[in-house]
DNA sequence: GAATAATTGTTTACCCTCGTAACAAACTGC
DNA sequence: GCAGTTTGTTACGAGGGTAAACAATTATTC
């Protein structure tokens, strides 16, 4: 563990909060997450409800718990981001026949095409926060961020 | 614009969630996030209060206005925080000889201490999350991540 | 087949983080 | 001296999220 003498000068454990991973994630993602808000404009999507309506597209018929489950958070806390697209008329709650409990999530025409639009705004947007990176550099930070989320341990 | 139809049909818009660096971005974040608050235990900082007390003890006598936008917070948000942090006599408000608007914010040596203990349980924290990585890798992606931070608009 | 356990959607209550607006006190420029 | 600005602070609300409880329904177990 010991080293020279020499390199205890820049490695005495004096780290900054700037070389730390989760630090510059943080301030990164607020960044992204400000400018996606910004790119839907006044009456669009958050994140979250974005997020919802994408994977609803992705997997019709996908249940409530399930859809939770892959976003990651509660199943109540779904409620209201279904509740809100629905009463946007954009998806709708179906009963399925074998199970009386679940509500299988169908996206809309209208739910298509918001999404359809919404996504070519977020790509746009894309565009322009990382305008700074090749194509290449942004590959690669696309990649290790998924291998980030590859070690998640729940 | 128009691509060939081979290419088309990997390339028709149809764009993924996962394709998206925003969304990666924000997942790696909750992940992390979620760790550091395991690895801080109980009664240890939350992120923004730790990053209050790094930035104090790395600028001692730095005006709260000051922290604040270095935090890219407001003024308000930061009042709390300083009071959680000055209640646990781990910094104290002090008062400038020239300006007495100001509290300059100075770490006790119970601050400095702390800091340092949580600088090494979120250090040891970061090794864990991101085990699956090699060095090169953690670079690679602190520097893309910094990078993201240096196009920003505001 | 009856009892017990697990799952689904929901409501309610609560916490954390943050912004906005207003304000008094203090400072600056002229 | 006076208008304008800055600083710290409070109050309020929005937004995102969890945890606990609940009824309805389905699965499991004996």
Tied chains: 1, 2.
Excluded: C
């Amino acid at each position: 563990m010991s080293k020279h003498a020499l390199e205890e000068a820049s490695d005495n454990g004096a780290t900054d909060l700037e070389d730390l991973i989760g630090y510059n994630l943080k301030r990164a993602y607020i960044i992204v997450q400000s400018g996606f808000r910004d790119a839907q404009g006044e009456g669009g999507f958050s994140p979250r409800v974005f997020t919802a309506l994408a994977l609803t597209v992705k997997f019709p018929n996908i249940t409530q718990s399930a859809l939770a489950r892959k976003m990651g958070i509660e199943r109540s806390g779904l409620v209201a981001i279904v509740d809100e697209l629905e009463s946007k008329a954009l998806l709708a709650r179906a009963r399925v026949p074998g199970d009386r409990r679940v509500q299988a999530l169908v996206p809309t025409e209208a739910g298509q095409q918001a999404y359809d639009a919404a996504m070519a705004s977020v790509r746009a947007h894309e565009q322009d926060v990382f305008s700074n990176m090749s194509e290449s550099e942004k590959k690669m930070l696309l990649d290790l961020l998924r291998k980030v989320r590859k070690n998640e341990v729940s």
